[in-house]
């Protein structure tokens, strides 16, 4: 029983204590690796980093925008003349 005791009160300990100095510490290598990399960038408030505009591309169009070269002419079927009536419960 004083051996659960023991166990219980050093794991507490740990998740009180040296977990969250343990998580910082990894976290501030992981940053500061992910910046050296360039896939990180921080930015000061008083300084903001200026970055071209995503959503203007230098072709004259947005991203977002849609180009259609060419659409064909869509005119009314007259020879249909409509489909099989089919029972709902007949499908399967």
């Known amino acids: 029983m004083l051996k659960f005791i023991i166990i219980t009160f050093l794991v507490i300990l740990f998740l009180r ?4 100095v343990l998580f910082r510490f990894l976290l501030r290598m992981f940053l500061k690796k992910s910046m050296r990399n360039g896939t990180f960038f921080y930015t000061n408030m008083n ?3 200026q970055q071209p505009n995503a959503d203007y591309s230098g072709n004259g169009r ?5 180009k259609i070269d060419y659409m064909p002419n ?3 079927r007259d020879d249909f003349k409509g489909g099989q009536y089919v029972d709902y419960e007949e499908v399967k």
């Open 62 to 66: 947005a991203t977002g925008d849609v």
């Open 17 to 20: 204590l040296v977990a969250p």
């Open 74 to 76: 869509q005119g009314k």
């Open 47 to 49: 300084q903001q980093r």
